[in-house]
């Protein structure tokens, strides 16, 4: 990962979509005056993102809100079209708010960009969880390989927040 703590979150466009169509937004707008959790996937619909990184936080949502974070962001080399079908796939669309980086630029940004053409991926992103202050990042747990789920976990990161 090319940035750390204390680090500005880098800007780029990134999607949502938004009453059926998609909308472009510069990420970084995206965490001006709150506190907020990001959280980094490779893939929707993948295994380790479905059944542990986006449920961990989905389960968790109530004590990370008692901690103060504001909102909760998760990003993946996707469309908007799939993030959100994802989103509401599995009953996450009012919690944690999906944005789609089709084109692996903002992951590209934070150099977390990886090669998974082995498993018929394509390029994607690294597992990763931050906390982000103002724009700030406070906080980093980038897992060493994307099909694992551990320091990025919600049950890991409270204690951090």
Avoid at 12 to 29: A, S, Y
Avoid at 72 to 81: G, K, L, Q
Avoid at 111 to 131: C, E, F, P, Q
């Amino acid at each position: 990962m090319k940035y750390k703590i204390n680090d500005q979150i880098p800007d780029c466009e990134v999607f949502q979509l938004i009453d059926g169509n998609p909308k472009k937004f510069q990420i970084n707008n995206f965490f001006k005056d709150n506190k907020s959790i990001l959280l980094g996937m490779p893939g929707a619909f993948t295994s380790v993102c479905s059944n542990k990184h986006l449920p961990s936080y989905k389960d968790n949502i109530d004590k990370i809100r008692s901690k103060g974070v504001d909102k909760v962001f998760c990003i993946s080399v996707n469309d908007p079209y799939v993030m959100n079908a994802w989103a509401k796939t599995s009953k996450v669309e009012n919690e944690i708010i999906m944005l789609a980086d089709p084109y692996g630029d903002f992951a590209n940004k934070l150099g977390v960009l990886v090669n998974k053409d082995a498993k018929g991926l394509g390029m994607r992103s690294n597992r990763y969880t931050m906390i982000i202050h103002n724009k700030i990042i406070k906080y980093i747990a980038l897992e060493e390989d994307t099909g694992i789920c551990e320091i990025s976990s919600a049950e890991k990161v409270i204690s951090k927040i």
